[in-house]
């Protein structure tokens, strides 16, 4: 039904955003399938309309759709929390499509690659096997407290290395030395 | 009362769509209106976001969209896919640039977005791909910059260049693709090509597939080039074309140094930008030799030397500041 160039253009549209969409999805709602899902019921809809959508701004419009549906999806999944906002607007951040977000999500990656153990095991069964903090301290055989003091001094490194520090400044850490 | 930290908030938001949290008032406040709550926050996301990346896998792209688009025969555009096979490739030879850039910023609601500039740079050793909000894709080489808005308006879509980039530009002929720099201007519709003018270098452009219009600066005049040809402009503003591999010129962008019977000096100035290295030529008739050569750009100056030097023709030697040819 579609040309073979409006099939190209939402083939590479698809591969393009499919990765950062699906990430997205999974940080917010935290199940694999469930984010497969989301994207591909997004994505299924745009290819109905495909015909009609305007292609400038097609990511925007991915993301804020993604969005929704994995609100949705807390809504009717998980304990309704009132500060889930505060999370979701957290997660955004984090996907923010600009050069100073993703030079400062590099610089993250890096960083966390340089987590000493046991910190870096902590924050990955709190954060990634979702895991409460309790159970974690209980997993590792240490205090409730001692579970916290290493997420902090993991912020405590990744906050360094960004306090005070203008998009201008992350810039030059990529400045290019004359030849 | 105990002291309420950021960290504290921080953490307790981030279990919120899991564990039953309770925030008071005070707290509130401050995820509202305390800049660096929201700062911890925001760190502790990004730091999932990245472990979730590097932990989770993707599920298969392409099969997820052919259940979207029901398609069979996925290799009726083969040439298409292999095109994308090699971005991909590229992409991931950019080591842990996977993330992709886009040209504008999507969070930020009212007005300002679409203006706003962004400059992106490269350093020595570094490649970045930046998709603009066009769906152009550009892979920027190292040592470069470019200027984009992050949304284009009115007829053109402009962008500016210093040093080197492969721009694979969306289709759209009602707005032209521009990219400048301060030698040349090369104009296109919808293609692949790649525009290398580092300051106080030739200028080129080297078409890989569609059409291109390059303009040069100094004397205004305006060349159309066909896939295959490179566009070349010496610093006098002298231009010529010929023909070549363009395999070669956009080895870089796969993550390797190609050269096909290459002049030395051009291979040893790749080599010292990259590395950020001064080169020194002992003997500058050595600069004229010959070579074909081959190596990962990942790999070490130790090994790039090793290598060049295993092919007997040049010897190569390192200190701390500089490559030596002799």
Known sequence: ?179 | MKDITSEDIAMKVMKSTTEKVELSEEEVSMLENDEETQKSLQLLAAAQRSMLEATMPVPDVNGELAKIINEEDENETSEHHNFKGYIISAVVGAAAMIALVLGYNYFSSIGESADKISKVETGSGETMTINLADGTEIILNDNSSIEYPHGFTGTDRIVKLSGEALFKVSKNKHHPFIVETDQIRTRVLGTVFDVKAYPGMEASVALVEGKVEVKNMSSGKVTNIIPGQQYRMNMAGKADIKKVNTDETTAWSDGVFYYDNKRLEDIMYALGRWYNRKVVFKDSTLKDIRLNFAAERKGSIQETVELLNSLGKVKVTLDNEKIVIE
């Open chain 1, 1 to 179: 039904m579609y040309s073979a160039k409006q099939r190209d253009d939402f083939r590479h549209l698809f591969t393009k955003e499919y990765k950062h969409l699906y990430y997205y999805s999974l940080q917010i709602t935290r199940q694999p399938e469930a984010s497969k899902d989301i994207v591909s019921e997004v994505f299924a809809r745009v290819w109905e309309h495909w015909a009609d959508w305007q292609q400038e701004n097609m990511s925007s419009l991915l993301m804020v759709a993604v969005r929704r549906k994995c609100i949705d999806f807390l809504r009717s999944n998980v304990v309704a929390s009132k500060y889930a906002k505060y999370y979701i607007r957290s997660v955004d951040e984090a996907y923010v499509q600009d050069s100073v977000h993703y030079n400062q999500q590099l610089q993250i990656e890096a960083m966390m690659k340089l987590l000493p153990e046991p910190t870096r095991t902590i924050l990955y069964k709190c954060y990634v096997e979702h895991l409460k903090y309790d159970d974690v301290a209980k997993q590792l055989g240490i205090h409730h407290d001692t579970v916290k003091r290493h997420i902090m001094k993991a912020l405590k490194m990744l906050r360094d290395k960004y306090a005070g520090k203008s998009p201008d400044d992350i810039a030059t850490d990529f400045e290019p030395e004359t030849y």
